[in-house]
C-alpha cells in the first residue's frame, strides 16, 4: 500500500541516534562517578524504549515497496542500513553491562541481527561494485563506512559473548571491515579529488568522522579479542588519532566558514539526524583508548599520554552529546519526519 504524501516517516538514519547513546553508555559513562549505577539503569531502560520506537518505525517502512526500492535505489544513502546493525548491537552490549540476567533475550536480539547483517552484506558488496564502476558518479562521503562499522560491531559483541569463537572467524570477519573501509575511502578521496568541484561548506559532510570512528570500532574489535601485539596496536592508535585530528580540524575550518557565511544558529546550531554520528565516534575512540588502556597485553609507551588524555576525552564525549541531545529537542527531531527522502548532510 503507497503512502499518503503527508505520512510520518522516520528518517533512515535515525539508527545513529542509538549508537551515540548507546556507546556513551557503554564506555564514557564510567568517568563521571556522580552519576549512580541505579541513574545508569534508568537510562540503559530509556534507549531501550527508545530504541524500541525507532526501530518499530525503521522496520515497519521496510514493508513499504515504493520506500525501500526508493531507499535502496540510492547507492550511498542505502549504507544507513548499517547504522541500524550498529545501532542493536551497541545497545546489546549495553544491556549486557547493566542487565546480565538478560543474555538469553540479548543473544536472540543478536541473531536476528546477525541475520540484518548478512542482507546488508549483500547490499554493501552490490553498490560498493556499481560505485567502483563509475566512482565518481557518486558524492560518496562517511556514510559508505558504515559497512566497517556494522561489521565491527558484530564482532566486538560475539567476542563478548562467544570466546571460545575460532580465530580464524575472528581474523575474517574483522578483515571483511578492513577491506570495506578501504573501498569507501577510495571513494571518498576520488569523490573530493577528481569528482565534481566542491567546497568545504556544502560539500564537506557531518558523516566524514566516520573515516576516524570505523578505524575506533575496529581497534576496539582487535584489541577486545587480543589479536595483534601492543605495539602494532600502538601504531594503529596513533594512525587514528591523527586522522581524527585532522578530520575534526576540517570540521571546525567548515564550522568556522559556516558561520561567517551563516551566522551561529544557522551555520552549527541546526539539528540533523548526521550529526550523531560524531557523538558516536568520539565515544567509540573513547571506548577503543580505554579499553586499551585498561588491558596488561597493550601496555605502551603512550600509557601515562593515554591517562590524562581519557579524563579530558570524556570531557569532550559528554559536552557533545549533551549538546546534540539539546539540538535534538530544540528543533523536535524525536518527533517523525514529514519527508520521504532525505539526503544525508
Known sequence: MKPEKNEEIINPSSGAIIMALGIFLYAAIDAFPWINHTTEKIMTVSLIVLAAIIYKS??????????????LGNPVHSFVIGSWVAGISVLSNVILKYFPDMSAGVQGIMLF???LWFGFLVNCCYQFKEMMKRPTAHSAHGVVLLSTVATQ?????W???YPSLPEGLLIA???LGLFFYLIGMILIVLRYVRGNPWTIIDDWTSTNCIIHGSLSITGLAIVSSQLMSGMVMMIFWLIVFVLLISVELLEM?????????????KGVFVYHTSQWSRNFTFGMFYAF????HENPYYLNAFYDFHRGFLQVWA??????????IGLWVGSKGYQFERKIEENVS
Open 253 to 265: 575550518v567548515r564550522a568556522f566558514k559556516r558561520i561567517q557565511t551563516l551566522g551561529w544558529k
Open 173 to 175: 570477519v574483522i578483515s
Open 153 to 157: 560491531s558484530l564482532v566486538i559483541f
Open 58 to 71: 525503521l522496520f515497519k517502512q521496510l514493508l513499504n515497496k515504493p520506500y525501500i526500492f526508493a531507499f
Open 159 to 161: 567476542e563478548k559473548i
Open 289 to 292: 583508548t580505554i579499553t586499551m
Open 113 to 115: 541481527n546477525t541475520l
Open 315 to 324: 570531557g569532550i564525549v559528554f559536552l557533545f552529546l549533551i549538546t546534540e
